[in-house]
């Protein structure tokens, strides 16, 4: 189905990414403070009013579906929900169900990731240092990410790596985790740091290494082929010759991307942002639940905030001005 999401830039709409929970088992620095207040029960959407949203953008051509969070596999009945979602697999209405995840309850929910249609996953990880990772991810365990990830791996998935480049946490491993990447024939992205909300102890690990370096880094041993293949984002990919593997570099900062995107972002509360570096949102909570049975008010409601999708963002890329940019947490709109 040609999708008739349509921006006012003729931007066609084909992606969307959609937060599950604000919730998450680590504290990541560069992503969450230490106590966050979450959101109250009766905010979010229901795992049937999230399915209702995800069938309605479908419907409307999308073709690709990204489950984030906050960490997605901590939502209770997360399952049920991939369960669900998978008809549309099913039915070729949707090219892809995929998500982004911690990777903490892999070993628990990879099979039955598999099962609901689940590919690909992508699988944060910055460091391969217990003491590092521990420091990073404040909650978070290594040793159980890492059985996540032989998991996924073992019931057929797809791995990628998404580090997120810290200058002086995790300079150091570049090419330890490039090479434990190739080794277990899984590609990796690297992810230049945003500036998101009030982080308070970010200057004490790490800070932003601007992709560039990371590269030219990585020219030093590799021979790096650049790929024309784009994803509609802000990522860029080249192949390393030596390894065959594939390595992405996501600039969200830069505005060479806004062009093509096609991606809008649901949150957990049915709030769609047409753009991660606006703070322009569309309430379609309200079409949804005004509405039990009837999907047209929400469908018009989609119609219109794509109408008013952005024609770019809105970062300050002088960087001059990092600290609280945005004071969004990545959670929030799931990254
Ligand atoms: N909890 C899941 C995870 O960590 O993969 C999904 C949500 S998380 C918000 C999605 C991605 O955003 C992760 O790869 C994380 O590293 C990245 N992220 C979070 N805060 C960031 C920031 N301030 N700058 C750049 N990337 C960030
Ligand atoms: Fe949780 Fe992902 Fe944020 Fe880390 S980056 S705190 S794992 S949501």
Known sequence: METSLIDPFQRAVTYLRVSVTDRCDFRCVYCMSENMTFLPKKELLTLEELDRMCTAFISQGVRKLRITGGEPLVRRGIMSFFGSISRHIDSGALDELTLTTNGSQLARFADDLAAAGVRRVNISLDTLDDEKFARVTRWGRLAQVLKGVDAAQNAGLRVKINAVALRGFNEEELFSMTEWAASRDMDMTWIEVMPMGDMGDTDRIGQYWPLTDVRAQLAQRYTLVD??????????????????????????????????????????????????????????????????????????????????????HDFDYSRQNVAGQMSRHMSHTGG
Not at 240 to 259: A, D, R, W, Y
Not at 275 to 300: K, V
Request: hydrophobic share 35%; with cysteine; glycine share 8%.
């Open 227 to 312: 790929l024309a293949e784009r994803t509609g984002g802000p990522a860029r990919y080249v192949r390393l010759e030596e390894t065959g593997q594939k390595v992405g570099f996501i600039t969200p900062l830069s505005h060479n991307f806004c062009e093509s995107c096609n991606r809008v972002r649901l949150t957990c509360t049915g709030e769609l942002f047409m753009c991660l570096g606006q703070e322009d949102r569309a309430d379609l909570r309200a079409a949804l639940r005004d509405h039990p049975d009837d999907d047209r008010p929400l469908i018009e409601a989609i119609h219109q905030a794509i109408a008013h999708k952005p024609k770019g």
